[in-house]
Structure formats: C-alpha cells, structure tokens
C-alpha cells in the first residue's frame, strides 16, 4: 500500500513511461493501419478513410521470396550461432576462472564494431576471397549466413552463459561421485539445465538476423536479398504501398515469436541477454 | 583427500575447456582474416574500375585527416550519437524506474511490448516514423489542432528526423538493460532514505544514482555504439542530407566505388569508438562501486 502511495505520487515517472510507450509503438501502429488503407499513397490518416484488405492480395512476388530468403537466413544463421555459442559458454563458465574475462572480452568483439563496418568488412573480405581462390561468398547464401553468424554468437554466448552462471555446478559433481561418465554428465545433466538459455541464444539470433540491414545491404544481392533489404530500397527509391502490408505481417510475426518464445524460455532469461 | 578433489575438479574444469576451441578457432578466423585484408585494404590507393594500387601507402588516411569534409563527418556522427544517447537515456531512465518498483500486473505486459519494439526490424519502425512526423503527418496536425503550433513543425528530413530514428532504434534496449540494472537495487535502500527525511531529489542524487551508475554507464556505451554504427535511420530520415560517417561509407562504395577509402573510413570508425569506450571504461574504473566502498 505504502509502495502504491509512493508511485502516485511519482506522476512524473507516468508521464515520461506513458510518452516512451507511445512513441515507440505508436509508428508501428501506424504502419498497420495505414496498410488497411486502400487507397494508400504512402501517408497515414486516422481514422483511416477506406478500409481495405487490398494490399495484403498486392504483395510482388520478390518480397515474398525475400521473406523466404530472410526465414532461411535467420534459421540457419541461429542454428550455427547458438551451438558455437553454447559450446563456448561452456568452456568460459565451466572452464575454471583463469582467461575467463579474457575469453568473454574477445568472444564481445563483433559487437564493438558498428555493424556497417562489419557489412563493408565482409564485402571486402568476400571480393578478395573471389579473386584469391574463385570461392565467391557474394549474393549467396552461404555469405550472409557467415557475417551474420559473426555477429550473433555474443548474443548466444550470453544467454547460455547466464544460465550456466546460475546452474549450481554441485548437480554435476554429484553425477560425477554418483559415476556417471563425462558424457552422460554432459547429455543428462548439463544440458538440460542449459535448454533455456539454449531457446533465448536462438531467438535473439534469430531476430537479430533477421532485422539486419546494415550488414546485409552489403553482401546481399542477386537471388539472396533480404527483406529488411528489399524494404530499405523500396524506402529510399521508390516505394510501394504493399511494404506497409509486408511490414505489418513481419510485425506480427515477430509478435508470434515472442510469445512463443516466452513459452519456451520465460523472460527472466530473454531480459538479461538484452543488455547486450 | 582434498588435494584429490581439487584435482579432480581440475581435470573436470580441462575437460570443458575442450569446448572452447572450435568457438574460439572460428570466432578468431571471422575477426582476424577479414579485418586484416580490410586494414590491408585501406591502405591502397584507389585506381578507379574496381582496381587499387599495388603498393602499401598511407594516402588514404592523410587524405581522411586532413580533408574538413571527413572531418566534419566524423564530428556530426559524434555529435549526434551523443545527442540520441543523452536523449536515450533521459527518456529510459524514469521508465525503467517505474517499470522495474511497480508491482502491478501490467509490467509483464508492458515488457513484452518492450521485446515487440525491440524486436521489430528498424525499417519497418522508421517506415511508421516517416509517416507520422511527416509534415501532414498525425502529429503535425494534432499539434496544429491543440494550436502550439501555427505552420507544421519539421521533424524528417533534417537532423532532427535522424536523432528521432536513432532514439527509436537503442531506446527499447536501453530501458531493459537499465530494468534490470535498478531490479538489482533494493528498494528498501531508498525507502530508508526517505524515513530519514532526505528529499526526493537526494535520495535520487545520493541513494539511487551512484548506485545504478555503473549500468547506466554501461548502458550509455552500448547506446552510443549502436548509434555510431546506425546508418538506415540516417539515410531514411535525414532525407539524404544528414552525411554521418556510416552513410559516407555506404555511399563510397556504392555510388563512388571506392573500396580503400571505405576502408579507411571504416577503420577511422572502429578506431574512434573503440578509443571513446577505453575512455569510459577508464574513466569507470575511477568511479568506485558505493557498496563496496571499505
């Protein structure tokens, strides 16, 4: 009672909440109701004059096969990066303390560097690659996936290694006593515990790939441009009423993901991988 | 017997490590090999066509360091970082206080619409903003409408619209990262304060700030880092005007096809954050943890 007489009196801090909640949803408010515009030539009113579901039927054919190339990208990128980061959350907690501040500065690094210049570094990386040994990373796949696993697995390393950080590590020595082998320490004891931060590494990965811009508007091109891509371009040269359509549905399926994700791994773990 | 244990804790301890070395082979092969052929790279001189110049030479950078243009580049990324960062913080700060005392059943929901707007794409987020702030945007006219404004304010396309698309991108993750940096203090610390007498403004001034400083540096840091990197809300919202150094960048090698002075600006990049983050974290160490005070 005593705490709620408190936070009355803190209007204030209402305020301030109430503005930074407005201002961060309401543009993605706006780009789903202005997509229910029909007939939209890129502003927003409201209430809308028109309703219609047109320009979810309008959507071109490359933006649907962005999407796929992002879901691809996403997936495979989240897979590769949360078991590399997994393994290495392992060595840094459970491999005693010596390097360990070492080990998890350097495992940080991707994220020290601005992402454009990690996109204008893997270009450049790739077009030498080409000329070097004929391998040629860009406009494929295979590309982006190796950038964008470059800068994930941090995030991954984190939510692995905060579970692992408060997983009582006497569970693993009393298998060891009881003469469970090293392995089935590992299979049945261990990961386990680790499903959680297993599930957020994912996710955040995942979500992390699948949003990026500044890395993939370098080294995605030809048949593998993202969506985040296509809608980038469509924004700064011609754009197309249908990206507030698409938009809209990435919105909602980022949504989808979330509350899913909440049902794997609860938001105790995804919180304090946000701080990265 | 105990000797025994440490030992074998020891061998146990050897054995995880095994796993650190696919991680650490690959993550050091991603860092080192293309950083390395990107340094190398800056320092050639451009030829044109895609071609570069056989020879090392330090051209580029004297061309950067001595051009105002880059300079000036350099400094509005500075500059504006910074602004979306103060900006960042003073919206985040009251917000993850209230999120993080309130015992209400909305916080969890107010949460996941924290994780919905940090996990939207910035596109799709900057495509919402430019609609919104435009000059016949919502805004404007609701502004119009209560009469603070005679003529509709102008909020893209300029350097305000940038700082704007910059606080939209970092603001979500700032405010989690300091929630859970104010979780951490007990509430019964300024609670005591208060019965003690001391002001609302001294129990914030002496209880709680140097309290979450650490993380409210560390916040502050990571803001500023996404927002030195952070070129699509630049490029959308400051309609092709606001040339911060990632645009710059993006547009050598697209427009100029330039690769070894993108290179060198790439580098000035990294160098400069990485330079202002050693700072701060020198600067941190200073500052010493209250609680652990002796």
Not at chain 1, 25 to 51: D, M, N, R, W
Not at chain 1, 110 to 126: A, E, I, M, S, W
Not at chain 2, 268 to 274: C, E, K, T, Y
Request: hydrophobic share 55%; aromatic share 12%.
């Amino acid at each position: 009672m005593k705490a709620l007489a408190r936070l009355r009196r803190q209007w204030f801090f209402w305020l301030v909440t109430a503005a930074v909640y407005f201002f961060l949803l309401g543009p993605i408010v706006a780009v789903a109701l202005a997509s229910l515009e029909g007939k939209q030539t890129y502003h927003f009113q409201f209430p809308p004059e028109t309703f219609s579901l047109a320009w979810y039927a309008r959507i071109p054919q490359k933006y649907v096969h962005a999407l796929g190339v992002s879901l691809a990208l996403a997936s495979v990128t989240a897979t590769i990066a949360t078991l590399v980061g997994a393994a290495a959350a392992i060595g840094i907690v459970r491999g005693g303390p010596r390097y360990r501040e070492a080990l998890q500065a350097f495992f940080n690094l991707p994220l020290q560097v601005p992402f454009v210049v990690t996109g204008v570094v893997f270009l450049q990386f790739y077009n030498q690659l080409a000329i070097l040994s004929g391998i040629d990373f860009l406009g494929s796949l295979a590309g982006l996936v190796i950038a964008h696993v470059f800068v994930t697995i941090p995030y991954s390393i984190g939510t692995v290694g905060s579970v692992l950080a408060r997983a009582n590590p006497r569970l693993e020595e009393a298998a060891r006593t009881l003469g469970a082998s090293e392995w089935s320490i590992f299979k049945r004891v261990l990961l386990p515990m680790l499903k959680p931060g297993v599930f957020a590494g994912f996710f955040y990965a995942f979500i992390v790939s699948f949003g990026d811009v500044p890395i993939a508007v370098f080294i995605a091109s030809g048949g593998f441009v993202t969506l985040p891509v296509e809608i980038f371009q469509s924004l700064q040269f011609d754009f197309e009423p249908a990206v507030l359509a698409l938009s809209t549905l990435v919105v909602i399926f980022s949504v989808l993901l979330i509350v899913g994700m909440q049902k794997l791994a609860g938001f105790d773990l995804v919180l304090p991988a946000a701080k990265r | 017997m105990a000797r025994d244990i440490v030992k074998r804790e020891l061998t146990g301890a050897a054995r995880w490590r095994l796993f650190l070395w696919p991680p650490l082979l690959l993550s050091a092969a991603l860092l080192i090999l293309p950083q390395a052929s990107f340094v190398w790279m800056s320092l050639h001189k451009n030829l044109g066509m895609g071609l570069v110049s056989p020879g090392l030479v330090p051209d580029n950078y004297l061309r950067v360091l001595s051009d105002p243009f880059y300079l000036g580049s350099l400094w509005l990324t500075f500059r504006l970082s910074l602004t979306a960062t103060a900006i960042g913080l003073a919206a985040a700060f009251p917000t993850a206080y209230l999120l993080a005392r309130a015992r209400s059943r909305w916080i969890s929901f107010l949460i996941v619409l924290l994780l919905i707007s940090s996990f939207v794409t910035i596109v799709v987020k900057v495509l919402g903003l430019s609609l919104v702030l435009g000059q016949e945007g919502v805004v404007n006219q609701f502004l119009e409408w209560i009469g603070i404004v005679a003529e509709p304010l102008r909020m893209l396309n300029d350097e305000t619209g940038v700082v704007i698309g910059l606080v939209q991108y970092t603001l979500p993750f700032l405010v989690m990262l300091l929630f859970s940096v104010i979780q951490t203090i007990p509430a019964s610390l300024e609670e005591a304060a208060e019965l003690h007498g001391a002001t609302r403004l001294s129990t914030f001034r002496r209880i709680l700030l140097p309290l979450a400083l650490p993380g409210v540096i560390a916040g502050a840091l990571m803001t500023f880092n996404l927002n030195m990197g952070a070129f699509t809300s630049a490029v959308l919202l400051g309609g092709g005007k606001v040339l911060t150094l990632p645009v710059v960048i993006q547009r050598k090698i697209f427009l100029d096809v330039d690769y070894p002075l993108a290179a060198c600006l790439a580098t000035l990049l990294v160098v400069m954050v990485f330079l202002f983050n050693v700072a701060a974290a020198l600067a941190l160490r200073r500052t010493r943890h209250p609680l652990r005070t002796p």
